[in-house]
């Protein structure tokens, strides 16, 4: 079948692409299709995005469309969008949208139903499919998709129920934290700490009427426990949507005491296993042929060690060179690294990016980052939170 189509093509080129047309267009007949109104600064690949439908359906979108020019579409423009004989890509997509903005009218005071069902004259509304929603005594049911019928919507209005769209309520929403809390800002960004940088972006600002501390609200959850108590200790609280906090594997957590020859040695033996034997003059590290020395370290005395195959590093006072100096001279992999810790995890940022400079040091055993200095001790629990292995000299 397929010879023949190209080997037909080639004689009667019209007839044939008009065979192959009426071919694609049954088989997307068959699928079901919504509309979706073009907004500004739409392309179709961000649409189809969006939307959460396959990469692949683009060809079908234009084909289905009769779009000339991929390039060129405006805003206001209807375009049919085909989700699947059992719209899978719509169930994906409504649960997104469920998991992000309908835990928000809980927290600002509205309730969501979500099982049951609403019957009618003209059919019945499933809250599974299309959530009720009641703000300030006002009773909505939430239409994802353009789904319900004109019907059923003109039923719903008569019995004083305002069907609204997920972009609908994210307007309401917004309304409603700006009755509640009187915002200053919204879709802002606070740069926090003087040595650790922590930016955080917020979907609204507002203060506390009584301490005149900064409030976060935020419509999704997904700033994680320990980065609202490293928020907290900067005086500012966050609200949020309640649920489940994810938690992994908890990073290991060192912190050296003593003077300054006192935490090398315990940095050491941490990541070498080596103990160090403390000498006049410094300290001996027989193991790894190294040798730490105070600044009056006689030059005989050097001379001899390092004739005795040792590596000898004097201490200079400055906690970074001094580190990479020793660690350069055992079998260590390290460097100055800005470490970066981005929320949520997988973005580029989305909510917040925490940026620590200190030195990596990678080992057999697993990689340490350490550190001479943090703006917060809550930045300690956050950082272990996220697997990092944290050494504080």
Do not use: C
């Amino acid at each position: 079948m397929i010879f023949f189509l190209f080997t037909k093509l080639a004689f009667a080129q019209v007839y044939e692409i008009k065979i192959i047309k009426h071919i694609k267009e049954e088989k997307l007949s068959n699928q079901n299709v919504i509309i979706y109104k073009v907004k500004r600064g739409d392309t179709l690949s961000g649409i189809i995005s969006k939307l959460g439908l396959p990469p692949n359906i683009l060809d079908k979108v234009i084909k289905l469309n009769k779009i000339k020019n991929p390039s060129l579409i405006y805003a206001g423009q209807k375009l049919k969008l085909p989700i699947g004989k059992k719209g899978k890509f719509l169930d994906k997509r409504r649960k997104k949208i469920k998991e992000s903005i309908l835990p928000a009218v809980s927290m600002l005071g509205g309730k969501v139903e979500e099982k049951g069902s609403l019957f009618l004259r003209n059919g019945k509304v499933d809250f599974k499919k299309n959530p009720k929603i009641s703000i300030n005594g006002r009773e909505y049911i939430l239409d994802f998709d353009n789904g319900l019928s004109k019907e059923i919507k003109d039923e719903l209005s008569s019995l004083g129920i305002k069907i609204i769209t997920s972009q609908e309520l994210k307007k309401l929403l917004e309304k409603l934290v700006e009755s509640n809390f009187g915002v200053i800002e919204k879709n802002g960004k606070l740069i926090l700490g003087i040595k650790d940088v922590l930016t955080y972006r917020y979907d609204y600002l507002s203060y506390d009427a009584t301490t005149g501390n900064r409030v976060i609200i935020n419509l999704k959850r997904d700033t994680p426990i320990e980065l609202v108590n490293l928020l907290k200790s900067y005086s500012i609280r966050v609200l949020q949507p309640e649920g489940k906090e994810l938690e992994g594997k908890k990073g290991k957590l060192k912190i050296l005491t003593g003077g300054g020859i006192e935490k090398i040695s315990g940095l050491l033996k941490i990541v070498t296993g080596e103990k160090g034997v403390f000498k006049e003059d410094g300290i001996e590290f027989a193991k790894n042929h190294l040798f730490i020395a105070f600044d009056f370290l006689d030059p005989e005395r050097k001379v001899k060690l390092e004739l005795n195959g040792y590596k000898v590093v004097i201490l200079t006072g400055n906690f970074l060179k001094d580190l990479e100096n020793i660690l350069s001279s055992i079998p260590i992999v390290n460097k100055r690294i800005n470490l970066m810790v981005v929320e949520p995890p997988g973005s580029n940022g989305e909510r917040s990016k925490l940026e620590v400079p200190g030195l990596l040091i990678s080992t057999e055993k697993g990689d340490w980052f350490v550190v001479d200095y943090l703006d917060k001790p809550e930045e300690i629990p956050y950082l272990r939170s996220k697997g990092v292995n944290l050494i504080i000299y």
